[in-house]
T-cell receptor, first 115, second 110 residues
Framework: GAGVSQSPSNKVTEKGKDVELRCDPI?????LYWYRQSLGQGLEFLIY????????KSGLPSDRFSAERTGGSVSTLTIQRTQQEDSAVYLC?????????????FGPGTRLTVT | QKEVEQNSGPLSVPEGAIASLNCTYS??????FFWYRQYSGKSPELIMF????GDKEDGRFTAQLNKASQYVSLLIRDSQPSDSATYLC??????????FGEGTQLTVNP
């Protein structure tokens, strides 16, 4: 079946502009995660959605970052007034549920470059 | 102290050898442990997960968990050049999320 999809695959933007990144999870997966991976680094947790519960936003690095998930499916990560340090690969993952027994499946990522 | 630490790389082994990748974690309450493989320019893919102390084998891969020592490892037997990738250790912590190590880059030389 279809995996996690993300769009765009690449995004180049000027410093100060806003960007929106989209994630389409695997059908039936109630948990959705956003991570950020800078060059040569591990994955940094950003935000977690589980069903209709309030999201865990504790990983968002600043108030310029926000995310929403509509209808328990598609999610959008928005970065306002982008800075050069926001340049990274943004990865979305989904799992059947947000517990420790379910593995997370990753999308192909969006490479964001802020010039 | 980082929540999840992996042995510094890069690690280089000859084809056919055993590659040993190590990971320690700080949250003693962690219950689930995952190994992901990430090829350059690609997203992580799950190789194995382990919940119980001891060994878990899947083909050429063996995950080992020692909760008392807060240590988890991944052994790759009969390493192949196609195993060359970065291996990420991830721990499900009490914060209800996966915390990743920075990864160990493995190169298998033909």
């Amino acid at each position: 079946g279809a995996g996690v999809s993300q769009s765009p695959s690449n995004k180049v933007t000027e410093k100060g502009k806003d960007v929106e990144l989209r994630c389409d999870p695997i059908s039936g997966h109630t948990a959705l995660y956003w991570y950020r991976q800078s060059l040569g680094q591990g994955l940094e947790f950003l935000i977690y959605f589980q069903g209709n519960s309030a999201p865990d936003k504790s990983g968002l690095p600043s108030d310029r970052f926000s995310a929403e998930r509509t209808g328990g499916s598609v999610s959008t990560l928005t970065i306002q007034r982008t800075q050069q340090e926001d340049s990274a690969v943004y990865l979305c993952a989904s799992s059947l549920a947000g517990t420790e027994i379910y593995e997370q499946y990753f999308g192909p990522g969006t490479r964001l470059t802020v010039t | 102290q980082k929540e999840v630490e992996q042995n510094s790389g890069p690690l280089s082994v000859p084809e056919g050898a055993i590659a040993s990748l190590n990971c320690t974690y700080s949250d003693r309450g962690s219950q689930s442990f995952f190994w992901y493989r990430q090829y350059s320019g690609k997203s992580p893919e799950l190789i194995m997960f382990i919940y119980s102390n001891g060994d878990k084998e899947d083909g050429r891969f063996t995950a080992q968990l020692n909760k008392a020592s807060q240590y988890v490892s991944l052994l790759i037997r009969d390493s192949q050049p196609s195993d060359s990738a970065t291996y990420l250790c991830a721990v499900w912590t009490s914060g209800s999320r996966l915390t990743f190590g920075e990864g160990t880059q493995l190169t298998v030389n033909p």
